[in-house]
């Protein structure tokens, strides 16, 4: 069964310093979804992009966050000067459809960041 | 986006026993879904049930949805070990955007 692959799996990085994560979608999804998890709270939803421009974003994805989907398969977020509050497990999803039209979001295993 | 409201927060249990959880939501759906997360893992879709299902099975899993009473149940039957996990309920509207939103689950603990 095709999969949402996120690498790397872990990422540590100093404070101040800029992050990539990256996500492979499912090849025939148009929607795209960032989602993070600080340790022991909600999944929190951050960000969906659909069309090659976002579509959706919370108040937690402020300017120090980006999107982009820079080729065909690549989903990638991107924090400009990490914070230590940043320390989270990023999700990123993807669906067919918009999920209002009972489609569901298929979910990676997410990348752990630790900001020290 | 609305959330889900689940009960109860935690959930312990023999393996083999039933487990049920339950959803409660605030406005009118087009669908509902219930996802699993294991621990330190991705969500994992379980079941979508549209406004106007009552009832969907899949496998050891039974959903129910009352959108008279706003709310949804799940149950797992014959539960196992790998059954551990996090259950999330995600009510879905028509007019809120693609995200879907999630409350704080149901921790289920099965114990071998």
């Known amino acids: 069964e095709p999969e949402v692959t996120q690498t790397p799996s872990h990422q540590v990085t100093q404070m101040g310093q800029e992050v990539i994560l990256r996500c492979v979608p499912i090849?025939?999804?148009?929607?795209f979804y960032w989602y993070r998890q600080i340790l022991g709270q909600k999944v929190e939803f951050l960000v969906s992009?659909?069309?090659?421009?976002?579509?959706?974003k919370s108040e937690i994805f402020d300017d120090q966050f980006s999107v982009e989907r820079p080729d065909g398969s690549n989903f990638t977020l991107k924090i400009r000067s990490t914070k230590l509050e940043d320390s989270a497990m990023y999700f990123c999803?993807?669906?067919?459809?918009?999920?209002?039209?009972?489609?569901?979001?298929?979910f990676g295993n997410g990348t752990r960041l630790t900001v020290t | 986006s609305q959330q889900g409201e689940e009960d109860p927060q935690a959930l312990s249990i023999q393996e083999g026993e039933n487990a049920t959880m339950n959803c409660s939501y605030k406005?009118?759906?087009?669908?509902l879904q219930w996802y699993r997360q294991n621990s330190g893992r991705g969500l994992v879709h379980l079941i979508l049930?549209?406004?106007?299902?009552r009832e969907k099975h899949s496998g050891r899993l039974r959903v129910t949805l009352d959108t008279s009473k706003k709310s949804s149940s799940l149950l797992i039957t014959a539960s196992r070990a790998a059954d551990t996990a996090s259950y999330f309920c995600?009510?879905?509207?028509?007019?809120?955007?693609?995200?879907?939103?999630f409350g704080g689950g149901t921790r289920v603990l099965v114990k071998p």
């Open positions: 992009f659909y069309n090659n421009e976002i579509s959706e």
């Open positions: 406005t009118s759906i087009n669908n």
């Open positions: 049930i549209r406004s106007n299902e």
């Open positions: 999803a993807s669906s067919d459809r918009p999920s209002s039209y009972n489609s569901p979001l298929h």
């Open positions: 995600a009510p879905r509207t028509g007019t809120a955007g693609n995200k879907l939103t």
């Open positions: 090849s025939n999804h148009l929607y």
